[in-house]
Nanobody, 122 residues
Framework: QVQLVESGGGLVQAGESLRLSCGISGSPFNINAAGWYRQPPGKERELVTAISNGGKIGYAEDSVKGRFTISIDNAKNTVYLQMNSLKPEDTAVYYC???????????????WGQGTQVTVSS
């Protein structure tokens, strides 16, 4: 089975940056697309951003547009999430997934990792 391991979270102040990494390993796999989800305290998990391999199709939730950038490094089997100008409302556990786009909609099709906690203080 494919395994995803997220890392790079931490405690930062508002306005600072973090880069999350998602290492992919396990059974032979093909990265068709990847996405990052987050689950704020007491709330449901939500899709933050996703991208097709090669970048032709992408999605970003309105609140992170212009601040968060997802990228796929095929040589390293790693998906990144660069987060700039962080805000307290970005506080959440962040999860990466592999998936696919059908039209403009992203659908995850991998198991969830353990996630990485991001806490932004004001």
């Amino acid at each position: 089975q494919v395994q995803l391991v997220e890392s790079g979270g931490g405690l930062v102040q508002a306005g600072e940056s973090l880069r999350l990494s998602c290492g992919i390993s396990g059974s032979p796999f093909n990265i068709n697309a990847a996405g990052w989800y987050r689950q704020p305290p007491g709330k449901e998990r939500e899709l933050v951003t996703a991208i097709s391999n090669g970048g032709k199709i992408g999605y970003a939730e309105d609140s992170v547009k212009g601040r968060f950038t997802i990228s796929i490094d095929n040589a390293k089997n790693t998906v990144y999430l660069q987060m700039n100008s962080l805000k307290p409302e970005d506080t959440a556990v962040y999860y990466c997934t592999l998936g696919t786009f059908i039209g403009d909609n992203y659908y995850p099709n991998s198991r969830w990792g353990q996630g990485t906690q991001v806490t932004v203080s004001s």
